[in-house]
Each structure stands twice: as structure tokens, then as C-alpha cells.
């Protein structure tokens, strides 16, 4: 069974740093055709994907958001840590991160098929 | 970046009828080797996280029942709920991972007439 859970605070002033950390059980980001991504979602609006990183280490990022993002692992102790830089009240919503799934036939190979668990996700006000 | 419309914003529909929730992609996401779209439909229910439903634009995740079906190819594609029922009211969300930066559509509400 796969779970995840963010951490981190939930509430940060404007100009500050973002740290989120993603920690999950059921899977290892050192086994191929995974990946952990992070989505968030302003109240009331609509789900915007941010950041995935693979188990190669590959990283992608919002286009939008590239230069704010960070995305790391540290497949020991089973998280992947998020940063965003220069926070401000647009940025206030909720935060997930999930699990990048892959399926992998005889026909097909390795193939990726979607996000099929989430965390509860954390919500991150931005104030002063 | 590919962007992905759906519409309606909103829909309401009686116990036991069709729902059908429209996504469109900016550019074609069907992968050619393996002829799979890569759609994505997800369901967000109030308070919840989302849940996956449908991958490669048609086949239902482990568990999904099956009044959720996924059609179309290349650009456009469509999430039916062919008997709707009151635990399916959500919002609904179409995913393209054709290419990053990936990204959702806006939602489609489905709420009982």
C-alpha cells in the first residue's frame, strides 16, 4: 500500500522560502519507473501541476514557476523535498505531492499511466 | 506548453442519467509507439485529494466502477458517467502527460439536478 504525506508550514510571509517535504512508504524512488510529483491548488481553483522527479534523478518543472522550484530526493529516508522561493499570496493553496505511476507490459514496456496516490495535501497561506 | 480546456465549467444531472465531460489539448498527446493518449482523468471529491480514474485516455484504474469511461484521441476526449450516482458528485479534472510541463484542465463540476 502506497502513502504520502507532506510536511512543513503552513503558514509563510511574502519574499520567504517554501520547504515542503514529501515523506511516503510502499515504493523506493531507487526502483525504476517511479516518480513523486507535487500539485497544488489555490482555494476554490482549479489543480496546477508544479514539479516530478523520476527515479533517475530527472527533474521536471512548471514552466511558469521554473526558476522558483527546487524538487530533491533522498531515497534513504524515503522524501522528496520542495522548495519554492519568494513566496506571495498568490501562492497560498494546497499543496500535494503524489506518486508517479508507471505500468510495465510485455507489449508496451514501461509506460506511464498517472498520479494514482496522493497525500492529504498541506495548506500554505501566505501572509504577512 | 500544451493546454488543456474542458468544458462545461459545470453540469447538473439527474440520479440514474448520463454525464459526459468534455477535454480538449492544445496539441495531439497520442504517442505513437505505443498508439496511447496520454489523458488522465481524475475525480476530486469536496475536502479530498483526487482520485484517479482513467489512464491512457480509456482505461479505468483498479477499483473505478465501470459507469466512468474514457473515449477520444489525439485532441479530444470525453469522461462519461453513464448512470450517475450521488457519491459521483465532484469535480473532474482531464491530465495531459504527453509532455512536461504536464498540466490539468480547469475542471468540470457534476452536481445532481
Known amino acids: 500500500q502506497i502513502t504520502l504525506k507532506e510536511s512543513g508550514p503552513t503558514l509563510v510571509k511574502p519574499t520567504q522560502t517554501l520547504t515542503l517535504t514529501c515523506t511516503f512508504s510502499?515504493?523506493?524512488?531507487?526502483?525504476?519507473?517511479?516518480?513523486v510529483g507535487w500539485i497544488r491548488q489555490p482555494p476554490g481553483k482549479a489543480l496546477e501541476w508544479l514539479s516530478v522527479?523520476?527515479?533517475?534523478?530527472?527533474?521536471r518543472y512548471s514552466s511558469s514557476l521554473h526558476s522558483r522550484l527546487t524538487i530533491t530526493k533522498d531515497t534513504s529516508k524515503n522524501q522528496v523535498v520542495f522548495t519554492m522561493t519568494n513566496m506571495d499570496p498568490v501562492d497560498t493553496g494546497t499543496y500535494y505531492c503524489?506518486?508517479?505511476?508507471?505500468?510495465?507490459?510485455?507489449?508496451?514496456?514501461?509506460?506511464?499511466?498517472?498520479?494514482?496516490?496522493w497525500g492529504q495535501g498541506i495548506l500554505v497561506t501566505v501572509s504577512s | 506548453d500544451i493546454v488543456m480546456t474542458q468544458s462545461p465549467d459545470s453540469l447538473a444531472v439527474s440520479l440514474g442519467e448520463r454525464a459526459t465531460i468534455n477535454c480538449k489539448s492544445s496539441?495531439?498527446?497520442?504517442?505513437?509507439?505505443?498508439?496511447?493518449?496520454?489523458i488522465a482523468w481524475y475525480q476530486q471529491t469536496p475536502g479530498q485529494p483526487p482520485k484517479l480514474l482513467i489512464y491512457?485516455?480509456?482505461t479505468r484504474e483498479s477499483g473505478v466502477p465501470d459507469r466512468f469511461s474514457g473515449s477520444g484521441s489525439g485532441t479530444d476526449f470525453t469522461l462519461t458517467i453513464s448512470s450517475l450516482q450521488a457519491e459521483d458528485v465532484a469535480v473532474y479534472y482531464c491530465?495531459?502527460?504527453?509532455?512536461?510541463?504536464?498540466?490539468f484542465g480547469q475542471g468540470t463540476k457534476v452536481e445532481i439536478k
Open positions: 522527479i523520476y527515479w533517475d534523478n530527472d527533474k
Open positions: 491530465q495531459q502527460y504527453f509532455t512536461t510541463p504536464w498540466a
Open positions: 510502499g515504493f523506493s524512488l531507487s526502483t525504476a519507473a517511479v516518480g
Open positions: 491512457w485516455a480509456s
Open positions: 496539441q495531439n498527446v497520442l504517442y505513437r509507439s505505443n498508439n496511447k493518449n496520454y
Open positions: 503524489a506518486h508517479w505511476a508507471y505500468d510495465d507490459s510485455p507489449t508496451f514496456g514501461v509506460t506511464p499511466r498517472g498520479f494514482d496516490s
